[in-house]
């Protein structure tokens, strides 16, 4: 169905959404920390995500998260097609989160957050394509042309119902690097399973950042760099530098760095847009 509102309303509803990806111990979960006091929830299917934050006061105050069960190997996976009667519990994660997360939709559980995090969508994809395969009585099995196409779509529609909750939304990805056939050049973007899914999942997101960390200092690329995909609509206005610097100083508050000096301008009108440079 269609509908029509004024733009600063559906901005309000919408909220700001990003994806940021990176290598192992870039920094990707502990970033979620800087956004501004208020109520933050996760969703982790990385395992341990929640205790990045143990120690952090603002965070042990502001967060709730539910974390989802490791999955089984798939040497585990295949001794279960076996029988008949268990599903694989890697199958049970896509699953457990769909119910949680339609209940919380239709609670309007949303409406009272304000920041939301997504951690991570790497394994959340493998986590699906795995679900995908039970379903059609193949679990464990080497995944067809047609189940990363039902996995596509799937995740399609989740990620877009997340993008359009009415809070922020903060998603996570690790990276990966591919050779791009044409050109021959080493191609770095997030990792995800499924060819599909990997070139539709960055054309969702308002901002995607890709994060950086080399002797304790982490970098947001907010435009594509010679090897790292990075799109960001607030770069474009001139508002982000390429290149932002999001290092954290734990000795202060964390609400007042990073992602909580970005958020403002993407609230802002395109007639009182300011400018963001250097360290944030």
Same mark, same amino acid.
């Given at each position: 169905?269609?509908?029509?509102?004024?733009?600063?309303?559906?901005?309000?509803?919408?909220?700001?959404?990003?994806?940021?990806?990176?290598?192992?111990?870039?920094?990707?979960?502990?970033?979620?920390?800087?956004?501004?006091?208020? #109520?933050?929830?996760?969703?982790?299917?990385?395992?341990?995500?929640?205790?990045?934050?143990?120690?952090?006061?603002?965070?042990?105050?502001?967060?709730?998260?539910?974390?989802?069960?490791?999955?089984?190997?798939?040497?585990?996976?295949?001794?279960?097609?076996?029988?008949?009667?268990?599903?694989?519990?890697?199958?049970?994660?896509?699953?457990?989160?769909?119910? *949680?997360?339609? @209940?919380?939709?239709?609670?309007?559980?949303?409406? *009272?957050?304000?920041?939301?995090?997504? *951690?991570?969508?790497?394994?959340?994809?493998?986590?699906?394509?795995?679900?995908?395969?039970?379903?059609?009585? #193949?679990?464990?099995?080497?995944?067809?042309?047609?189940?990363?196409?039902?996995?596509?779509?799937?995740?399609?529609?989740?990620?877009?119902?997340?993008?359009?909750?009415?809070?922020?939304?903060?998603?996570?990805?690790?990276?990966?690097?591919?050779?791009?056939?044409?050109?021959?050049?080493?191609?770095?973007?997030?990792?995800?399973?499924?060819?599909?899914? #990997?070139?539709?999942?960055?054309?969702?997101?308002?901002?995607?950042?890709?994060?950086?960390?080399?002797?304790?200092?982490?970098?947001?690329?907010?435009?594509?760099?010679?090897?790292?995909?990075?799109?960001?609509?607030?770069? @474009?206005?001139?508002?982000?530098?390429?290149?932002?610097?999001?290092?954290?100083?734990?000795?202060?508050?964390?609400?007042?760095?990073?992602?909580?000096?970005?958020?403002?301008?993407?609230?802002?009108?395109?007639?009182?847009?300011?400018?963001?440079?250097?360290?944030?």
């Amino acid at each position: 169905m269609l509908t029509e509102e004024r733009l600063g309303e559906g901005l309000k509803k919408r909220g700001f959404n990003c994806l940021v990806y990176g290598d192992i111990g870039s920094g990707k979960t502990t970033l979620f920390a800087t956004f501004p006091r208020g #109520r933050k929830f996760a969703y982790f299917f990385d395992p341990g995500g929640g205790n990045v934050f143990l120690g952090m006061k603002e965070m042990e105050e502001d967060l709730t998260y539910v974390e989802f069960g490791l999955e089984k190997s798939d040497f585990k996976v295949q001794l279960q097609k076996y029988r008949p009667t268990a599903k694989p519990i890697s199958a049970e994660v896509y699953a457990e989160f769909e119910k *949680d997360f339609q @209940e919380r939709i239709e609670s309007g559980f949303f409406n *009272d957050v304000d920041y939301f995090m997504f *951690d991570s969508v790497t394994t959340f994809s493998q986590s699906l394509l795995t679900y995908i395969l039970s379903l059609s009585g #193949r679990p464990g099995s080497f995944p067809q042309l047609a189940d990363y196409g039902a996995q596509a779509y799937t995740a399609f529609k989740v990620f877009s119902a997340i993008v359009n909750l009415p809070c922020n939304t903060y998603l996570v990805a690790h990276e990966e690097h591919l050779k791009d056939e044409v050109t021959g050049k080493i191609i770095g973007r997030p990792l995800v399973t499924g060819r599909s899914l #990997r070139s539709q999942l960055p054309a969702i997101f308002d901002e995607v950042y890709h994060l950086t960390s080399q002797d304790g200092k982490y970098t947001l690329e907010t435009k594509p760099s010679g090897i790292y995909l990075a799109r960001s609509r607030l770069s @474009e206005k001139g508002m982000l530098d390429a290149r932002v610097d999001v290092t954290i100083d734990f000795k202060k508050p964390l609400h007042t760095q990073g992602l909580s000096r970005v958020l403002p301008l993407a609230k802002q009108s395109p007639t009182k847009q300011q400018t963001l440079k250097g360290v944030l």
